[in-house]
Every structure is written in structure tokens, then in C-alpha cells.
């Protein structure tokens, strides 16, 4: 599973140095990303952060994340420090960071690379998250409290609201991240705080697949989706658990089967 068997633990952060606002564990930008667009993100600033090493890093794993590095991009240590406006050790430190999180890979005496994205990737990466959301649904589902019903009543509502009447994304890279923090939701309040560590990690990479193939998934699921989300929701108020089980297996694998068909294009 490559970049998958890594644990990344994300905290909520007020603001990103680039601007964008994190919620949980994404940051939210005005636009999705395509992979068309420029092979080198814009020229940047961070000094007058006190500490430029961890700024560093957040800025280059969102950048990565949301699509601005994209996959298969080259990182040399020299262009990022020049284009962030820091030394090169804040930049290796945090390029070493990231090669341990799965988001680059390392090539010896050559620099850094953006980890690629193929179909088997995402295919792991669906599995990994299925695995994991069947294992906790049940202590998910006897733990749940109203208090967790709402927030789930709450990111499907918001969902709803982003997809208009003729079953379009008003705000795709927003719905992808309810999307993910609906998810992780599920899973935290297993109260398994091992496997909700496990699991952020892998919504990075989700997102990641999200935003990389955003122009083409913004066609395919929309519907699906909603109806997945809100059986889910169905299914804790009701206290069912098989329901649960298919209702988070259904929309996992519809995902999938997405992007499968949008990877036989290419």
C-alpha cells in the first residue's frame, strides 16, 4: 500500500501561512485544482514567521494536498527555498517530513517527487478507509450521543446545501472536505484514538485523490453521494447496524468505481 501504511497525525490550525483556512484537517481554497495547471507553485514568503521550519512544512503539505504541487512534480530543495524565501534546511527538514508521511518520495542525489496518483493507489487507499470504518462502526454506533448526531445532521445538511438543483457542486473542494471530516467523525467516536490517528492520515491522501481528478469528479457521484450521506445518518438515528455497514461500504466504493472510470481515460 506505499504511501498508505503511514500514520499522520493532523491537529486544527487557525490559519494556514498561505492564507487558505484549515478546517480539521484540510484547508479550504476558493477553487479546486486541475492537473493542468502550472508545474511550479507561486513565489512566496515566510519570513517573519518564528518558526520557519514548521511554517515551512504546512505550506509545502498543503500545497502538495490541494494540488498546487502536483503529483509527479519534482522538488528540489534550492527551487523551493528560493520560491518560499528561506534557507534550505527548513525545506529539507520539511521535504524529510513529508517523504515520511507519503506525501513525496525521496530520489537519491536527484531531490524530491510529489508521490504519484494511480488507480491502484486510490484503490488501497479506498480499502484501507473501509477496513477501518467497518471496524468501528459498531462502537460507533453504540457510543453515538446527540451531540454527535447533530454534527453528522450538520456536515450533510451543509453538503446538501452545496450541490444545486440540477445536481451540481456550487463549492466542490468545501463538500470534499465535509465530506472527509463527515468520515472521520464516524470513526472518532469509536473513541479508538489509534485507529482515528490512522485514519486522518489516510483522508490526507483521500483529499489529495480528491482535489488532483477534481474537473472530472465534480461530474461523477454527486447524487449517489447525498443519498450515501444522508442513509448514513439514517442508519445511526435508528441505531442499525447493518445498515451502517452498507450504507459507509455503498458509498466508499462508489467512490472507487468513479475513479476508476476517470483513470481509464488516461
Known amino acids: 500500500m506505499r504511501?498508505?501504511?503511514?500514520?499522520l497525525i493532523f491537529c486544527t490550525l487557525d490559519k494556514a501561512p498561505t492564507s487558505p483556512y484549515y478546517a480539521g484537517t484540510f484547508c479550504i481554497l476558493n477553487s479546486p485544482s486541475t492537473r493542468n495547471g502550472p508545474d511550479v507553485a507561486?513565489?512566496?514568503?515566510?519570513?517573519?514567521?518564528?518558526?520557519?521550519t514548521e511554517k515551512t512544512y504546512l505550506v509545502l503539505r498543503d500545497q502538495i494536498v490541494t494540488g498546487q504541487l502536483h503529483p509527479g512534480l519534482k522538488l528540489l530543495v534550492v527551487e523551493q527555498a528560493q520560491r518560499l524565501g528561506v534557507s534550505r534546511t527548513p525545506v529539507k527538514d520539511a521535504l524529510n517530513r513529508l517523504s515520511a508521511e507519503g506525501?513525496?518520495?525521496r530520489l537519491p542525489r536527484k531531490g524530491y517527487l510529489v508521490s504519484p496518483l494511480d488507480f491502484d493507489d486510490v484503490a488501497d487507499l479506498m480499502d484501507a478507509r473501509l477496513m477501518v470504518e467497518l471496524a468501528t462502526a459498531e462502537r460507533a454506533i453504540e457510543r453515538a450521543q446527540p451531540s454527535d448526531l447533530a454534527e453528522m445532521c450538520r456536515l450533510v445538511s451543509e453538503m446538501e446545501g452545496l450541490i444545486d438543483e440540477h445536481g451540481a457542486y456550487l463549492d466542490y473542494p468545501q463538500c470534499s472536505t465535509l465530506d472527509c471530516d463527515l468520515h472521520l467523525l464516524i470513526v472518532s467516536m469509536a473513541g479508538n484514538r489509534r485507529l482515528t490517528e490512522i485514519y486522518r492520515g489516510l483522508n490526507v491522501h483521500n483529499y489529495m485523490a480528491r482535489m488532483h481528478h477534481a474537473s472530472e469528479l465534480m461530474q461523477h457521484h454527486v447524487v449517489h453521494m447525498l443519498k450515501d450521506h444522508r442513509t448514513i445518518l439514517e442508519a445511526f438515528e435508528s441505531r442499525d447496524l447493518a445498515a451502517l455497514k452498507a450504507a459507509i461500504a455503498i458509498n466508499i466504493r462508489g467512490f472507487m468505481h468513479?475513479?476508476?472510470?476517470?483513470?481509464r481515460q488516461y
Open 3 to 7: 504511501a498508505l501504511v503511514h500514520i
Open 42 to 52: 507561486e513565489p512566496i514568503s515566510l519570513l517573519g514567521y518564528p518558526d520557519l
Open 103 to 105: 506525501l513525496v518520495a
Open 258 to 263: 468513479a475513479f476508476e472510470a476517470i483513470t
